[in-house]
């Protein structure tokens, strides 16, 4: 029996077993975990790794089942104005964007030889696969304060945030209504989850004969498999906070006239 054990001063260790129980029995296992905080604020990430193997393997014999297990917890803050950064390195924008991912994979494989020419082999898995994403965004876009509605050009398009000032007048509203007031920057946070569910399955069967016919070596396999996949998306939850404006009573977010500040998102 051996053992491995490898440190990493960044916090991630890796350990490993294996052993050989005479001549048929094996077996095999190994881990490896990562815990960090990163260097920008609200942005720690976690990792945790198996993976365990046993066999049994003679003259004629030959079975292995493997299991591979996978549970990560990312943080990967997006882009930051340079304004902020220049007040703080450490700062980030929106937050969290965070993704978790749960992974567990099972395989089981055999073989046998049914003659000294033919062997009999056989392979079946399972894979569970589940992501969940939770994040939390900013949109900024052009209102007028009158009606608080999105402004549009009269063709129908979205006022680009450069004409975003002054007078809302020769500008409508989604309904086509012209607005009355005066054109400002609004931002609004978002807060997204999402969460993926996949399954695969499958097996294979299969039969080799590789002697002799009509006196010529020869190699000849048939063989039949199967797989099965599964997707399953329970949907996207949004949480969408109003403006922190005191005409609505909310204080979620911070509203941005001149496109500074930093939109902070509730606990």
């Not at 490993?16 to 604020?41: D, I, K, P, Q």
């Not at 089942?65 to 390195?89: K, V």
């Not at 965004?137 to 006022?159: H, K, L, M, W, Y």
């Not at 993926?196 to 002697?211: A, M, N, P, V």
Request: glycine share 12%; with cysteine.
């Amino acid at each position: 029996m051996g053992a491995d054990r490898v440190p990493d001063p960044r916090g991630s260790e890796c350990h490993s077993w294996s052993a050989h129980a005479g001549v048929a029995l094996y077996w095999y296992l190994t881990f490896n975990a990562l815990n960090e905080n990163g260097w920008r604020e609200h942005s720690p990430s976690d990792l945790y790794q198996l993976f365990a193997k046993v066999g049994y393997k003679t003259d004629r014999t030959d079975v292995e089942l493997s299991f591979a297990y996978a549970n990560t917890d990312l943080t990967g803050n997006g882009l930051a104005p340079e304004g902020l950064l220049a007040r703080d390195r450490r700062a980030v924008y929106t937050f969290p964007d965070e993704t978790k991912n749960l992974m567990c994979l099972g395989n089981l494989r055999g073989s046998r030889w049914l003659t000294a020419d033919l062997l009999l082999s056989t392979n079946a898995f399972y894979r569970y696969y589940q992501r969940k994403t939770s994040n939390g965004d900013v949109e900024i876009s052009c209102v007028d304060d009158a009606s608080d509605a999105v402004a549009f050009n009269p063709n129908g398009r979205v006022v680009n945030l450069g004409q975003c000032q002054g007078s809302a007048a020769g500008f409508v509203d989604q309904n086509g209504d012209p607005l009355t007031g005066d054109l400002e920057r609004e931002a609004e946070g978002e807060f997204r989850k999402t969460k993926t569910i996949t399954e695969d399955w499958g097996t294979t069967l299969q039969l080799s004969y590789r002697g002799k016919i009509l006196g010529h070596g020869n190699r000849v396999t048939a063989g039949v498999a199967y797989d099965g996949h599964r997707s399953l998306h329970p949907g996207e939850r949004r949480r969408r906070p109003r403006p922190g404006r005191q005409q609505r009573g909310g204080a979620a977010e911070r509203t941005l006239r001149d496109g500074g500040g930093r939109p902070h998102r509730p606990a």
